[in-house]
Nanobody
Framework: QVQLIESGGGLVQAGGSLRLSCEISGRTASTYSLGWFRQAPGKVREFVSALLWNGGNEYYGDRMSDRFAIYLDKSRNSVYLQMNRLKPEDTAIYYC????????????WGRGTQVTVSS
């Protein structure tokens, strides 16, 4: 059973930084991609970033690559999202997700971690 547990959220002032962590357990050899998404109150879920488990490209949502960075530590079975120069509009619940090979979408999701950026 794949489980994803996010951590690292919190309250930060605008301009500050946070590093989100997502620990993965129960992962299989079919792991294809790991992603971060976010959802602000009253808004639809938004793609933040993703990478491929076996290396290669990283992907970012609109206007996020200049402030956010995704990276993977296979030895810790964890994926991270470094967020810099945070803005109040980054306030949301951030979710980690896992996509398996051959699947059209992310099937496994964590419960999320709250990020609040004060102005």
């Amino acid at each position: 059973q794949v489980q994803l547990i996010e951590s690292g959220g919190g309250l930060v002032q605008a301009g500050g930084s946070l590093r989100l962590s997502c620990e993965i357990s129960g992962r299989t050899a079919s792991t294809y991609s790991l992603g971060w998404f976010r959802q602000a109150p009253g808004k639809v879920r938004e793609f933040v970033s993703a990478l491929l488990w076996n290396g290669g490209n990283e992907y970012y949502g609109d206007r996020m690559s200049d402030r956010f960075a995704i990276y993977l530590d296979k030895s810790r079975n964890s994926v991270y999202l470094q967020m810099n120069r945070l803005k109040p509009e980054d306030t949301a619940i951030y979710y980690c997700a896992l996509q398996e090979e051959g699947k059209a979408s992310y099937e496994y999701w964590g419960r999320g971690t709250q990020v609040t950026v004060s102005s």
